[in-house]
């Protein structure tokens, strides 16, 4: 019988088996029961820590922008979140005429199961995961493409231009960003020899954020944008296309987008905790799992952090900047990423370098790119400012129609 | 394994449960006042004209389409990953290789243009 | 009949009945859906067989990228969203009767086929060994003596599919 401080999973099952075998029922039910109890409270926890991550957002971001943010409704504003609840739960669900019902209603469903599927997968502490699925790396790439089935449906499901527009605008920008997300996400399953999340947090001896930053900075800026946040938001942004493809949600269909994206925001945050920071690592986590949980929290708020001050401090992107960006930019940077640490990382192993070397190297090399990308970047961002006018001469008391003709000559 | 995957499906069926649930209450405690001008398509405030017809621009075919093929490149290069530490250093050049000549379909794509929001 | 042949044969009639819908949908966009459920229900299959790295490509591929490029392919094709069309044409019952020969002569084909008839060998179906299976994919796929041409054969393929369609997409202009 494990001790509870270090297996609480093991267990709380072996002890749950003991209890439901000698009420007497069968070993297979009671296996059945344990997997469902197992897979329904991993997602009521996720969505009961939505309420607290919504008031979390709300005050940081309102700090961010120098005024206070919820402070009405309890200590601090705790209970804002509630209240609104409360509100878009009995608002009117308005169905407008000519849906597509499955679609429809399928969407704001769809969206918030996709992101919440990731946590099925995810590492939280050292004997704590949902399910040490071999290849749980591209499990999530999957789910994030469910989510996007989602937004499409839920563009076209609304019978309505101006949502089809914004639907496919997003799911076109989705699309492009997660060519770099994907081929970023090979290069810690490089690192670790692996596609299980698990074992990519146990080999995390020196976090891959030391081994390949670049990869890290080009997997975290492709999360923001996948999560539609700041500076990235053009599909939601309030004076463009009005709200885009959830256009025609009211109530809480609409609420479960917003749940869905705050969840997502959340979950890609812990998603780079996983593959960059070591996940859970940290002193005494493996003799004590829930410690492993407390240090995967803390870092991924630290990371949470980070994109909520994207959010707060950075201007919205147009959207031909936004693809611009992402083909031109973060694309061949991130597949010449693959290709010098595959190449480095074999050579300095084959050379026999230990850890330490293969970090130091590994992570100048990455400098270096970095270094010389910037550089090629400033040199082609800046156009040279165009002279607008020559001097205008002054407006002059005698106006003669030639020299009006000559005077409209303004060269720009 | 099947255990796991077992274990994802129902762990599927409660997260599509949990919203569905919550809209289903919401469906309840909502007041439901139906008339035909809430029920219209909305169009900044304006009544709707002419058809959902839109006009769909080219260009978002073809980013899908170059999205596909990197994904079927990653797809091809996430077990090349996995095996990077028993590999070689000829076998991790031909994994490259692969790379290279998908980087030169980026470039084509680039110069042509393609990747162009317009 | 143990659960797994169940889950079989749930799956299998689901999928059935989805491709028979795709091809009677009155409208485009549902059977776009229609497809993209029958393609989920294959990955269902996938992970039946216990090889969960297919079906998630399956997903990741198919629903996720070849999904969405059709129903933008069939946005870019219909003047109206809502186009309806009629699902039988004059050569339907030709096309049937071929539809059945084939299948019946796939099923005579199988039915004879030996290795139905041995006993698949046991996978070790933890995730450890499946780990290890796909670094042995991986590693088959590079070394010269096992799949290395056809690794490369197939990016070649790739390119050729983006520069066409590039080019065969850039030409209204």
């Avoid at chain 1, 959830?246 to 705050?262: D, H, I, P, Q, R």
Wanted: charged share 15%.
């Amino acid at each position: 019988m494990p001790n509870f401080w270090s297996d609480p999973v093991g267990f709380l099952i072996q002890w749950l088996t003991n209890l439901l075998t000698g009420l007497g029922l069968s070993p297979e039910l009671v296996k059945f029961l344990l997997a469902f109890l197992g897979a329904a409270l991993l997602p009521l926890m996720a969505m009961l820590f939505v309420v607290f991550l919504i008031w979390y957002e709300r005050k940081l971001y309102a700090r961010m922008q120098d005024r206070f943010g919820p402070n009405r409704l309890g200590p601090w504003g705790i209970f804002q979140t509630f209240a609104d609840m409360g509100k878009i739960f009995t608002k009117e669900i308005i169905t407008p005429a000519g849906v597509d019902l499955i679609p429809f209603n399928l969407a704001p469903i769809l969206a918030v199961g996709a992101v919440l599927l990731v946590w099925a997968v995810m590492p939280l502490a050292p004997r704590i995961v949902g399910v040490d699925l071999s290849v749980g790396l591209i499990f999530v790439i999957a789910a994030g493409g469910f989510g996007e089935l989602a937004i499409m449906l839920a563009g076209w499901g609304s019978n309505n231009k101006y949502a089809l527009l914004g639907g496919f605008r997003a799911v076109a920008l989705l699309l492009s960003y997660e060519v770099p997300m994907v081929i970023a996400m090979l290069i810690p399953a490089m690192l670790a020899g692996s596609l299980n999340l698990v074992e990519i947090v146990a080999s995390q001896d020196v976090p891959y954020l030391l081994l390949a930053p670049v990869a890290a900075l080009i997997f975290f800026i492709t999360q923001v944008a996948e999560s539609g946040r700041a500076p990235f938001d053009l599909v939601e942004a309030e004076s463009e296309l009005v709200a885009g493809y959830n256009t025609e949600y009211s109530g809480l269909k609409f609420g479960m987008f917003y749940v869905a994206e705050f969840l997502h925001a959340f979950t890609s945050s812990m998603l780079f905790v996983t593959l960059f920071l070591g996940g859970y690592r940290g002193p005494f986590a493996n003799e004590f799992p829930l410690l492993g949980l407390v240090y995967l929290m803390v870092k991924t708020f630290i990371v949470y952090f980070v994109t909520i001050l994207f959010r707060g401090a950075l201007p919205r992107f147009r959207i031909d900047q936004m693809l611009d960006l992402n083909w031109k930019v973060l694309t061949p940077l991130i597949l010449a990423m693959v290709f010098v640490t595959a190449l480095v990382d074999k050579i300095v192993v084959q050379a026999g370098g230990p850890l330490l070397v293969r970090t130091i190297v590994l992570f100048v090399v990455n400098m270096l790119i970095f270094w010389f990308s910037s550089k090629l970047l400033q040199r082609n961002v800046r156009p040279p400012r165009r002279k607008v006018s020559v001097q205008r001469p002054l407006a002059t008391a005698n106006v003669t129609p030639s020299a009006s003709q000559g005077q409209d000559n303004l060269s720009a | 394994m099947l255990d796991h995957w077992l274990y994802i499906g129902l762990f599927f069926f409660v997260a599509m449960l949990l919203p569905g649930a919550a809209i289903f209450i919401a469906s309840i405690l909502a007041p439901k006042k139906p008339n035909p001008i809430k029920s219209s398509p909305y169009e900044c405030g304006i009544e709707t004209v002419g058809e959902s017809r839109i006009q769909f621009k080219a260009q978002y075919y073809i980013y899908a389409l170059v999205f596909l093929i990197f994904e079927v490149e990653a797809v091809f290069l996430f077990p090349w990953a996995a095996a990077y530490n028993q590999l070689t250093l000829f076998m991790v050049v031909e994994g490259l290789i692969f790379v290279l000549i998908l980087v030169g379909g980026l470039l084509y794509a680039w110069k042509k243009g393609a990747l162009e929001w317009r | 009949m143990t659960p797994l042949q169940i889950v079989f044969l749930i799956v299998t009639v689901a999928t059935l009945i989805s491709a028979v819908m795709v091809v009677s949908a009155r409208r485009m966009l549902h059977a776009a859906l229609w497809l993209i459920l029958s393609l989920l229900g294959i990955a269902v299959l996938f992970v039946t067989l216990e090889t969960s790295f297919f079906a998630i490509v399956q997903v990741m591929v198919y629903v996720g990228a070849i999904a969405i490029l059709i129903v933008f392919a069939v946005m870019l094709t219909r003047r109206d969203i809502q186009d309806r069309d009629k699902v039988t044409n004059r050569g339907a019952w030709a096309a049937a009767l071929a539809a059945l020969g084939v299948a019946g002569g796939l099923v005579g084909a199988l039915t004879g086929w030996q290795a139905f008839a041995s006993i698949r060998p046991e996978l070790a179906a933890d995730s450890a060994a499946e780990g290890t299976r796909i670094a042995q994919l991986g590693m088959a796929l590079v070394s010269p003596d096992a799949y290395a041409i056809p690794f490369e054969v197939a990016s070649v393929l790739l390119i050729g599919a983006l520069i066409g369609a590039i080019y065969v997409a850039g030409e209204r202009k």
